[in-house]
Nanobody, 120 residues
């Protein structure tokens, strides 16, 4: 079993910054990629960013140029630095990971989510 634990959410004014962290633990042989999605009230969950173990990154158009995803392979941890935050960035942010377990099976996992609220 694999657990993802997010931290770093909170309340910030528009234009401010926050950094989210997500640490994976458990029966991990290798993590192929980690990423972030978000879900605002009354809306579907949407993709935010992804980073592979090789360091390749990808962003949703809505956050490109403002958010930066990075990872620490040794710590099985992914970060999301969010700058120039807007009220429309308000959402619960979920970490996800594509994990190959010690049993060599590949599975996707999700964290429990962390709230980000941007006030205008």
């Amino acid at each position: 079993q694999v657990q993802l634990v997010e931290s770093g959410g909170g309340l910030v004014q528009a234009g401010g910054s926050l950094r989210l962290s997500c640490a994976a633990s458990g029966s991990i042989f290798r993590i192929n990629a980690m990423g972030w999605s978000r879900q605002a009230p009354g809306k579907q969950r949407e993709y935010v960013a992804r980073i592979t173990s090789g360091g390749s990154t990808n962003y949703a158009d809505s956050v490109k140029g403002r958010f930066t995803i990075s990872g620490d392979n040794a710590k099985n941890t992914v970060y999301l630095l969010m700058n120039s935050l807007k009220p429309e960035d308000t959402a619960v942010y979920y970490c996800n990971a594509e994990v190959v377990s010690t049993a060599r099976s590949a599975t996707g996992y999700w964290g429990q989510g962390t709230q980000v609220t941007v006030s205008s």
